[in-house]
DNA sequence: AATGAGATCAACCGCGCGTGT
DNA sequence: CACACGCGCGGTTGATCTCAT
């Protein structure tokens, strides 16, 4: 299936390991082109030598327009823990509720900071146990005690996830009423994903790229129109991509008004 | 200043689901 | 109905960064 298992197509191996900036460059502007859909196909035709999956990932979690960067703030945290006690491990769907955060980035975040206090916890329990075996539940961590009593390391095994998202039965109804919002309202949540945007580095990115103009000259330095076997653009090794899709205005294709919005806001 | 431990993040992998043929 | 394909999700791993010793 994926093209790195020598399916169809080129019999290129696929490459692995950390993206450059050439090929964040190249993906974004294929994304672009071609929409957020059919990943091996641009995987592709964008002579990348990733398979789809790859550049939906590399899209997904770093490249996508909204996505915020930074700390995981208190709200988040608190909306992370109350969602992962209701849904368990259900990483996408928490992060639909978290804009600007991606799946993984709640996953990981998840795994670091309930590993340490899990481990909190236990010395507190084992102190406890140890002076007076009465009382069970440590109160300092309030808000974060019901939900990451689970093991970190064990998160990630089924038991953990089941013990802790009993209610996934009952929630179908939400979830699903969820889903369909949120794909519905897909474009207000966009929105919304601008509003959260930190003012971190991807406002002035975005700012930056709204500003440019000349994606032109880079399709035809990569020779678009199909298939792309591209010697990768001419990029300083130590700029930052950003600066480089600067140069080309990256976002003009398609979506217009999701990054039109996007691109409001960068410019407020 | 060197180094080891822990934290963080990016990326890969396998599996399952949805859809088209 | 069965199959193949594309995609998304959850779990895991490895590299890099940060901080304490």
Redesign the pocket.
């Known amino acids: 299936?994926?093209n790195?298992s020598g399916?169809?197509g080129g019999a290129m191996a696929a490459?692995?390991?950390?993206?450059t900036e050439n090929e964040d460059a190249q993906l974004v502007w294929f994304v672009r082109l071609l929409g957020?859909?059919?990943?091996?196909?641009?995987a592709q035709v964008s002579g990348l030598r990733?398979?789809?999956?790859?550049c939906?990932?590399?899209w997904?979690?770093?490249l996508h327009p909204g996505l915020k960067r930074?700390?995981i703030t208190a709200d988040e945290e608190r909306l992370i823990l109350s969602l992962h006690a209701e849904w368990g491990?259900?990483?996408?769907?928490i992060a639909r509720k978290l804009p600007g955060r991606t799946?993984?980035?709640i996953?990981?975040?998840w795994?670091?900071?309930m590993?340490?206090k899990a481990?909190e916890e236990k010395m507190l329990a084992k102190n406890k146990a140890s002076s007076s075996p009465s009382s069970s539940s440590a109160d300092s961590t309030s808000l974060t005690t019901t939900t990451c009593s689970a093991s970190p390391t064990a998160?990630?095994?089924?038991a953990a996830?089941t013990e802790e998202a009993p209610q996934e039965s009952t929630t179908n109804m939400d979830d699903e009423a969820e889903e369909e919002a949120a794909t519905s309202a897909s474009e207000e949540k966009k929105a919304e994903v601008v509003q959260y945007c930190s003012p971190v580095d991807m406002d002035q990115l975005w700012n930056d790229i709204a500003a440019s103009e000349r994606y032109p000259e880079m399709m035809m330095s990569w020779g678009v129109a199909g298939h792309v076997v591209m010697p990768a653009p001419a990029v300083e090794p130590s700029s930052p991509v950003w600066e480089f899709c600067e140069d080309y205005s990256l976002w003009r294709i398609d979506d217009q008004e999701y990054y039109n919005k996007i691109d409001q806001h960068a410019l407020n």
Do not use: A, I
Request: hydrophobic share 15%.
């Open positions: 299936m994926c790195n399916g169809r490459r692995k390991g950390p993206w957020e859909r059919r990943w091996d196909f641009l990733r398979t789809g999956k790859s939906r990932l590399r997904v979690n770093y930074g700390r491990s259900r990483w996408s769907r799946d993984n980035e996953k990981n975040y795994r670091t900071h590993r340490k481990q998160t990630s095994s089924s996830t």
